[in-house]
């Protein structure tokens, strides 16, 4: 019996030991605190990282929109009645020059007009790119186009044929 009570003081002693030895409740509280830290930074950073993603993917979009808009140019209309001048010379060929300056772009109608009467020698040729189905469009690459050339502009409604 006194083996008994010897293993079993020795048992107890072990265990007391043991528990000693074991983190204090403190220090669980610290650990358990180290570890809900570590997570919420790693939240914060995997949301950090989200809205800088949001952020680029609207940049880009707003870049290809742009892009889009750039590539997509004036609104010309096959059908539309009204134009744009940018210009009006005495001479035929200084109209030719200065529309020779335009042939670089992609517009669908670039042309002089020649307007007056040749025998009082009021004649003018008039440079005009078109054309627009709303006055609107063609005064805004009216003044597009006139700001890019440091020239004026002038939109008219003119008369097609068949019209």
């Known amino acids: 019996m006194k083996k008994v009570s010897i293993y079993t003081l020795l048992l ?7 528990q ?13 605190q180290a570890r809900l830290d570590s997570l919420r930074q790693v939240q914060e950073q995997r949301i950090a ?8 993917s609207i940049a880009q979009a707003q870049q290809q929109q742009e892009m889009v808009e750039e590539q997509q140019g004036p609104q010309f209309a ?6 744009v001048q940018v210009g009006a ?3 035929e060929e200084e109209a030719n020059e200065y529309k020779n300056t335009l042939t670089d772009r992609d517009y669908p109608h670039v042309y002089t007009v020649k307007i007056g009467k040749e025998e ?14 709303e006055k ?3 005064e805004e690459f009216g003044a597009e186009l006139g700001s890019e050339l440091n ?12 019209s």
């Open 151 to 162: 020239t004026g502009y002038w939109v008219s409604k003119v008369q097609r044929s068949g």
């Open 89 to 91: 010379f005495r001479s």
């Open 136 to 138: 609107a469009e063609a």
């Open 78 to 83: 096959e059908d539309g009645t009204y134009v």
């Open 20 to 32: 000693a030895c074991g983190p204090s409740e403190e220090e669980r509280r610290a650990a358990e």
């Open 49 to 56: 990282e989200m809205m800088q993603a949001r952020e680029d």
């Open 12 to 18: 107890a002693v072990a265990l007391v030991s043991f």
């Open 120 to 133: 009082t020698g009021d004649v003018w040729f008039r440079l005009r790119v078109g054309f627009f189905a």
